[in-house]
């Protein structure tokens, strides 16, 4: 590098000759510049001689993003021109775009799409604003960008059946154009490996930036100078550290935060809420509020749905962590279609008698209430004959058996299988109106949904598999030689930083007021492949001692990467499988027909 320079020369030169080849992509032009003899005045060099270094970096930095930019757009015309024809096509008596086998690779692409897109808005962004994060985040972007235009070209082609493999379909195009971007200032490979070599550089090191009210900055101050005063240590949180900490944060009313402040809540805004999360995560502070179902859950819908005596008799409990509710939605057959359950609820008179069974249901052992969707009619819609009743686990007909997991003792009793046997519940604990139990679901106040704690529970999992391939080897190499096992690291840091920047593009709609029931899909998605596929990595560095479990001298780390590689379904089925979010995505996003 200290014998680089840059010059700037003109085109008819003596002695420069551009030299133009055939291409790939031939809507392109692309060649090699042949300089014998050329003259180079002292006016024409860009700074002195061997000062040419940051100069072409900064030059590999803007090419990559307007590459990277390119590629975005490319990529989302093939999915469209994809899904149209997956639209038009008819086999099997349907639009094959009906078929799970077109519509997941297709929604897959869509998440990837959106995920390098987050990294390509903030790299461009940081040009002018973070100068010293624009070369990671540009090679994240373009490396990332690469895979998922390959991959789109691929898959297109292969969608479009046999007429993709002709002329007469432009999605062909596109194929060629993936060739043609992929080594464009520096393929994957290249841009994978400088991004690890930057890893020191974390992108939004000064937090995410959004334009502030002066309401706004003043509460952020608030809350670090709180958590100055009020957090506890780390190595301190006994109970009476603990008691005292849950006290202030429920004075200060940042326990069920966004709830109203008429409901006792602190009626913050989704920005407040998204500051006060992240100066939490900031400072490594404990969890604000004990009762995680009753305040995310059962208290929005009482708020939304419930009646003034309920919320008297219920909110100030979930508040002051007294209660501790589980959700009863799940039922052994139904599986992922929610709405065809079959818990019976019979009105009688002013009560409801209930029968039936709910499985999977956290925590349930521990629980005082349960959050209960029931079926009080079997003759209308499936959707409308679904009713919400707050049922105490303590009530008579009850009964609750722990399901044992594969997982073993780290993850036993978590859930367990609920029966109700002629359970009586009187009329005044229904949530809403009766058969107004799909919309209670489906609705939810809105806090803010950055997905902060997640992005930063990955980002903390990336640094323990970093440090544990630095002490591992391979073919009795160090682990870090490997090129390949860094590009792996580098792959999971690039969609962890866009899992970041997306939760923030969906809190930048949030504030806008724009609707964002399908974001929860793609960062879902998004995050339970990382949580796979870092927690398959961590056993594959293991090595000989991956099949061993608890803190032994067999095993590493007491049992850690073993409770993630066996505890991942508990987040990644909980809540909708991939499958179904990728569904989700390809029939609400991009339009394709339902199953």
């Known amino acids: 590098p200290d014998a680089l320079g840059l010059a700037v020369l003109e085109a008819n030169a003596a002695g420069l000759e551009a030299q133009a080849y055939p291409l790939i992509d031939a809507t392109k032009r692309m060649g090699n510049l042949n300089l ?5 005045s002292p ?20 090419g990559a993003i307007a590459v990277t930019a390119e590629m975005s757009g490319a990529v989302d015309a093939a999915l469209q021109l994809t899904v149209q024809y ?12 009906h078929f799970q086998a077109v519509k997941h690779p297709l929604a897959e692409i869509y998440v990837d799409l959106e995920s390098f897109r987050s990294l390509l808005y903030y790299g461009a962004w940081a040009v002018d604003n973070r100068p010293d994060e624009v070369s990671r985040s540009a090679s994240l972007a373009k490396a990332y960008a690469v895979d998922t235009f390959v991959r789109m070209g691929i898959d297109g082609i292969q969608l479009h059946g046999a007429t993709g493999f002709t002329v007469a379909n432009d999605i062909h195009l596109y194929f060629m154009r993936s060739k043609w971007a992929r080594p464009m200032f520096g393929d994957a490979n290249a841009h994978y490996e400088r991004a690890f070599e930057l890893r020191h550089l974390p992108l939004l090191r000064g937090g995410a930036h959004f334009d502030l009210t002066s309401e706004e900055e003043a509460f952020r101050q608030e809350v670090r100078a709180f958590l100055t005063e009020h957090c506890p240590a780390r190595n301190s949180r006994g109970l009476e550290e603990m008691v005292k900490w849950w006290e202030a944060v429920r004075k200060k009313r940042y326990v069920g935060f966004s709830w109203p402040r008429e409901c006792g809540g602190g009626g913050g805004t989704v920005m407040e809420q998204f500051i006060l999360k992240e100066e ?25 749905f419930g009646s003034e005596e309920q919320k008297q008799r219920y909110l100030p409990d979930i508040l002051d962590g007294k209660s501790a509710w589980c959700t009863g939605y799940s039922e052994p057959d139904i599986g992922s279609d ?9 009105r009688d008179g002013d009560e409801y008698i209930v029968n039936g069974q709910k499985i999977w249901i956290s925590l349930a052992h521990m629980g005082t209430g349960i959050y209960c969707m029931v079926r009080t009619d079997f003759e209308c819609e499936k959707f409308d004959g679904i009713t919400c009743l707050l049922i105490p686990l303590d009530s008579p007909g009850i009964e609750v058996r722990p399901i044992k997991s594969f997982a073993g003792d780290q993850f036993a009793d978590l859930y367990n299988e609920v ?21 209670i679901i489906c609705s939810a106040l809105q806090n803010e949904r950055s997905g902060i704690a997640e992005v930063n529970r990955h980002h903390k999992a990336l640094e323990r598999l970093i440090e544990l391939a630095g002490e591992s080897r391979i073919a009795g190499k160090p682990a870090l030689g490997d090129a390949e096992l860094r590009r792996s690291l580098t792959r999971f840091s690039a969609r962890i930083e866009a899992a970041s920047l997306n939760g923030l593009r969906t809190l930048t709609r949030q504030v806008r007021g724009e609707l964002t ?32 479990t608890g803190d032994t001298a067999a095993s590493r780390d007491r049992g850690r990467w073993q409770v993630g590689a066996l505890g991942w379904p508990t987040t990644v089925i909980g809540g909708g499988t991939p499958n179904i979010q990728k569904n989700i995505i390809a029939e609400r996003i991009l339009g394709l027909p339902k199953d």
């Open 36 to 40: 014998a003899g050329v003259r180079v």
């Open 43 to 62: 006016d024409q060099l860009l700074g002195a001689p061997g000062t040419a270094g940051p100069p072409i970096e900064r030059l590999i930095d803007q």
């Open 86 to 97: 997956a639209l038009e096509r008819i086999q099997f008596g349907h639009p094959i775009g």
């Open 280 to 304: 939490m995560l900031k400072a490594e502070a404990p969890m604000i509020g004990k009762d995680y179902t009753g305040l995310g859950w059962v208290g929005p819908a009482i708020i939304q």
């Open 338 to 346: 929610l709405a065809a359950l079959q818990c019976k609820a019979a």
């Open 419 to 439: 029966f109700f046997e002629d359970v009586r519940v009187p009329v005044e604990n229904r949530v809403g109106k009766e058969g107004e139990g799909w919309q």
């Open 517 to 548: 029931e399908s974001d929860a899909s793609i960062n879902k998605l998004h995050n339970c492949n990382l949580l796979v596929a870092m927690a398959e990595l961590g056993m594959e560095l293991l090595g000989g001692a991956s099949p061993y």
